[in-house]
C-alpha cells in the first residue's frame, strides 16, 4: 500500500528565513560564507562557518538554528545535542531542537523526559510525526497498553490511521503478540500496510513467527521481483525452507522510533526540498546505527544534492556482513563515480570483485565505468566476466552484449562487434540503443546500407526524441546521397541535442550539399564552439576554410575520406 502524504512537515520558521538583524565587520565574514555554503547545500562548509561566527556572537537565533542543520546533516550528533540544548535553555526552541533533544533522551532511555518535552512541543511538531513518537514513548515507559490506545486515537484523516496502525502493529510485535500484529498488518479488507520496504521485512518476519512460510514467501515473491535487494532475496529463501527467523526488525522503543524518522524520511523523499527527510534520516541513524534502510535513504539523499564525500562516508558503514553491503558499495562507487573519482570507484569495485567473484553485477558496473573512461580493453574483460557468469545462470542481458560490442567497436574488432550487436538483436530485437548503434556503424562503413536504413528507421520509430538516433538516420540519408530528405531529421536531431559538436557538424555538411553555405558555416562553427574532439575540430577548420567539397577531395585522394 502506497500513502501520499497529505500533512505538510514544516521545520520552524527561523530556520530557514532570512536574517533581519545586522552584524558587526568580525562577524560577517563568516557568517556570509555560511549562508553561501548553506545555499548550496554544503552542509560541512556551513558547520565550519556558523561554527566560527558563534564564537563572536553565541546567542544569536538564527545562527544557532542554522549550525544545529548543518551539525545534524553532517552527522555530528554530539555538536547538535549540545546546541540544541543551548537553544532550548535561551528559550527560542524550534522543531529541529526540540526533535534532537528527545532523540537524545530517547537514547539514553529517559523516556519520562522525552514525554515532556512532547508535552512542550506539540504545536511545533506535525500531527503525525507527534503522535507516532509518542506513542513509542509510552512503549518505551512499558505502558503498552496506554500506547496501542494512542496508536488506536490516531483515526483521523486516513493517512494518519494508516501509519498510527503500522507502528502499533510494530509495537505489539515487540511484546511477542504476532497474531494481533498480523491481523493489523493485513489491513482493511486486505489492504495490507506495506507502506516501504522495512514493512515487507517486519511483516515478513512476523509471519515467520506464527509458522505462515507460504505467505511470507508469496509477499516477498510479489514484492521483489526485479530487483537486486539482496536482503529481500535472502530472506525470500529462508522463508521458501520454512526457516524460521527472530522477529528483529523492531526490538525497543529506541528502535521503533528510529523506524518513525525512517518512515517520514521515506514519505518525504522527492519533495521539493528535502532536508526534512535528510534531517529524518539522520535522526533514525542517530538513534539506531544499524537501521541499514536509513543509511541507504540518507546516502541517496546526500547524493542528490551533490553532497558526495557525506554520501560515501554513509555507505562505508554499512558492515561487510550484512546482506546489503553489497548493495551498498556498489553505490558508493556509483556516487564516486558522479563525484568526478572514477579511479577511485574502480578500486572499490575490484575489491568487490574480490570479495564477490561470482556477482555478474559488479562486473558489470565495472565494465561501464572502464567505458566511462575510454578504458575499452579492460571494459571488454569486465563484460566478458559479467557475461559468462550470467550465461551459466541462463540470464544473460541484451545489454551486457551491447555494451561489449561497443568495447570491441572502440577498440577496431569489427567483426566481434558485430557478432555482439546482432546476439543483443537475438535477445531484445526492437532495442533503440541497439539498432541504432549497429545501424549507425554500418552506414559509417559503407556496407550493408539497405539492412542499416530499416534498422535504424526503426530505432527512430521506437525513440522518436532522441537526439542521437534521428542524427543516424539525417546521417545515413546524407550518406547514401539524399541530400535533400537529410535536412529535416538533422535539423530535428539538433533541435532535440543543440549543443551536440557531431549532430550540428553533419547538419552543416548536410546544408552545404543542397547548396546552404552560409548555414553550413553557420553550423560547423557552432559545433566548434561546442569543443569537439580534436579531429574533428581540425577538419570542422578545414571546411571552414575551404569548403566541403575540397576537403573531401583531398580526403579522397589521400584515402582517408570520412565521408
Known sequence: MRIKPIFHFVLATSLLTTPVATYGEGLAGAYLAANHANARNDYAAAAEFYSKALLQDPDDAYILQNALLSYVVTGDIDGAVK?????????????????????????????DKALEILATSKDRLSPLLHGLLQGWVLVGLGDMSAATKHFDSMNKPEALRVFAQYHKALAVATAGDFELADKIMQGDAGNALHLNRGSLIAHAQILSQLGKFDAAAELLAQSSTNTSDQQLHDLLVQMQSKQAVPFDFITSATDGTSETFSTLASVLSGEDDERFSLIYARLAEYLRPDNIQALLLLSELLKEQEQYDLATQVLAKVPVDHPMYLNAELGRADTLVDAGKSQAAIAVLQRLAGSHPTVARVHMVMGDIYSGEKQFREANKAYTTAIDLLEKENGVQWFLYYARAVSYERLDEWDKAETDFRKALGLSPDQPSTLNYLGYSLVEKNIKLEEAQDMIERAVQGRPNDGFITDSLGWLLYRIGKFEDAVAPMERAVELMPTDPVINDHLGDVYWKVDRFREARFQWSRALSFEPEEKDADRIRRKLDIGLDEVLTAEEAAGTNAN
Open 83 to 111: 546546541l540544541a540544548k543551548e537553544i532550548t535553555n535561551l528559550e527560542f526552541g524550534s522543531q529541529l531542537s526540540d526533535l534532537m533533544v528527545l532523540s537524545a533522551y530517547i537514547r539514553n532511555q529517559d523516556f
